[in-house]
């Protein structure tokens, strides 16, 4: 296993509950091992001209770099937002027995 082949990816949703059950999906179809999902963010950005302030959800979900644009698919096919949050950043440093297990599941 190399670093190389783990991503971690964030995505922000509308609310916990569809963050849930799109990560459920998610694991379902082995494209990612695990979601951690953090239920109550504040998110501050720019959209169509205008500041908006909005509570989200999100979730980071560790997976291969080789799932990254299947998991962006899907985002952008099932994700409620015009243009949906996905952000991948490789993994730089693991636990080798967590990692095997990220790639044993995705596989």
Known sequence: MSDSDLV?????GPDEEWLAEFTRRLVSDR????GNI???VRSIYRWEGEVEDA??????LHTRASH?????ERANSEHPDEVPQVVAVPVTGVNPAYGEWILAETS
Request: charged share 15%.
């Open 8 to 12: 971690d990816v964030t995505i922000s």
């Open 31 to 34: 494209l990612a091992a695990c």
């Open 38 to 40: 953090h239920p109550e």
């Open 55 to 60: 509570s989200e959800a999100v979730v980071v």
């Open 68 to 72: 990254v644009d299947a998991i962006i």
